[in-house]
């Protein structure tokens, strides 16, 4: 059975504890491989790795890092096919999204961040009586980047990318469930001519070998994606380190539909936010608010789109919907459906557990798309994040009861709304309380723009420069002329 390595110092190096923990392919549920299960002594080499590469890296030129890390990203490209057939075997996603966005965006965002580093200056402040202050953007040194397992290699490169492109040395680490991609990637980076140490990737469990990270005194920031309980911990442990924290923590989020939208073109972006990735994207929309005068509508035309969807052998290439992540989250969201029932919703469509009558995907891990309505916005199924292809549908009656109800939970990331009228549309997005409003669209992507949530959604922004400064220190330097 294959074994996935530990990347460290530009060698494949096994757990130094001996210790391995199974890797489960979603669409059979069987074991296919093994991943180190690493702890500290692990992250304590990878550190001493990235400490010593530090020195080097931050003082390689830009332009030179910025033509290693357009190689990988080259790479990366050409290796596409393998990428994206590994990314849908680990996390059960179809495999044509896998090859049209995850791994194109695993490439962009390397890309995008090894030329920003071309583009980045920094800024000057002149005073009046001969003082100019210039601001030194210098990389904060061995930095942590932690990542969850619903886009592995595009949620991975989104935060390596950055910070190796800033200068800084990197301990990185995938999520348990899903760390193939980041493991064949590894193999590229010395291909692309990265130097020994600059990217260190430890595998193994979050409270074990990611908590060993979020402890380590010399590791002088922390980039988390993940949910926002675990965030909580890590912040609770690096405050007292007086670490960096770049938390992109979970979402609950609002889709807003008023009745004047470009209804067709509503409809198909809705059934992409609800249950793309089998709803398994921080963005994706749960919660469905519909202006009554519209409700019946939307209700008809949405449910019979849905009924229509067809799980799916995630490896297929007509595959449009594949298998949740694992065995855990898919009983997880099973249990929310039973809660939506006892908390007095009707169950429109889906509901289910699905089981493929292809044998050798019987045990894998499929739930029918599902669609909810009845349910109280303030119930746990409406507050509480399901990360799974399960949404609610809510009519609402003005731009207040809408926005009401879409600011009532905790979480403050993303929101979509749909409207003709552009009035509206500023004004309810002024209103709404999330880092990201999408109007008359759903994940469209800029990666210069600022991302992130606000809320329990997260601390601080990815994306474009907001990146490069989290990596960096600014230094204010002040000199005095002669007069
Ligand atoms: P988790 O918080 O469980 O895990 C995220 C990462 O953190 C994993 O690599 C995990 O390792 C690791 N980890 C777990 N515990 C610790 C710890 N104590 N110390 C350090 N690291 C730890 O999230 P999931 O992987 O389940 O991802 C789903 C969540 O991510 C959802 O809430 C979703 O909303 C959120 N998310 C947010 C995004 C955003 O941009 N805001 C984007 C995508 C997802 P291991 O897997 O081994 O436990």
């Known amino acids: 059975m294959e074994k996935i390595l530990n990347f460290i110092n530009g060698e494949f190096a096994e757990p130094a504890n001996g210790q391995w923990i199974d890797n489960y392919e979603p669409a059979t549920g069987k074991v296919y491989s093994q991943i180190p299960n690493s702890d500290a002594d692990d992250v304590e080499r990878a550190y001493e790795a990235a400490n010593a590469a530090f020195p080097i890296w931050s003082n390689t030129p830009y332009q030179e890092r910025s033509r290693i890390l357009s190689k990988l990203a080259d790479l990366i490209g050409e290796n596409l096919d393998a990428l994206a057939a590994a990314e849908s075997k680990d996390n059960g996603k179809p495999v044509s999204l896998a090859s049209h966005v995850d791994i194109p965006r695993a490439e962009s965002n390397i890309r995008f961040f090894s030329t920003a580093i071309m583009h980045y200056a920094s800024e000057a402040h002149i005073m009046e009586d001969r003082v100019i202050n210039y601001t030194n953007r210098k990389p904060v040194g061995v930095v942590g980047c932690i990542s969850p397992w619903n886009l592995p290699l595009y949620l991975f490169t989104w935060k390596i990318a950055p910070a190796l492109a800033s200068g800084c040395t990197v301990v990185a680490k995938p999520s348990e469930i899903t ?84 209804f067709d073109q509503m409809i198909r972006t809705t059934v992409r936010s609800s249950f793309a990735n089998q709803g398994q994207i921080c963005l994706c929309g749960s919660r469905i608010f519909v202006e009554a005068s519209i409700y019946d509508k939307f209700k008809e035309a949405f449910v019979a789109k849905v009924k229509r969807m067809q799980i799916g052998d995630p490896s297929d290439q007509s595959t449009k919907f594949g298998a949740v992540v694992s065995k855990p989250h898919m009983e997880k969201v099973l249990s929310y459906i039973e809660l939506a029932k006892e908390e007095g919703g009707t169950v429109l469509c889906g509901g289910k557990q699905h089981i493929p009558e292809d044998g050798n995907r019987a045990e894998g891990y499929y739930i029918e798309p599902t669609v909810i309505e009845g349910l109280d916005y303030q119930c746990r199924v409406q507050q509480e994040e399901i990360f799974g292809p ?94």
């Open 390 to 483: 399960v949404v609610t549908i809510t009519p609402f009656e003005s731009d207040e009861h809408a926005l009401e109800m879409a600011n009532s939970v905790e979480y403050g990331l993303a929101a979509t709304v749909w409207t003709s009228n552009l009035t509206r549309a500023h004004r309810v997005a002024q209103q709404i309380h999330s880092g990201i409003v999408w109007i008359n669209c759903w994940l469209v992507r800029d990666l210069r723009t600022p991302f992130g949530g606000v809320k329990n959604s997260g601390v601080g922004r990815e994306g474009g420069f907001e990146a490069l400064h989290f990596f960096t220190e600014p230094q204010n330097v002040c000199i005095q002329l002669k007069s």
């Open 179 to 262: 760390p193939m991609t980041a493991y064949l990637m590894s193999k590229l980076c010395n291909e692309a001519g990265l130097p020994a140490g600059v990217l260190n990737i430890v595998h193994g469990h979050g409270h074990q070998a990611g908590d060993a990270m979020v402890s380590h005194p010399g590791i002088k920031a922390i980039s988390f994606t993940g949910g926002t309980t675990t965030g909580a911990l890590i912040a609770k442990k690096a405050a007292p380190m007086f670490k960096k924290l770049s938390l992109e923590l979970g979402g609950k989020n609002p889709n807003i539909i008023f009745a004047d939208c470009d």
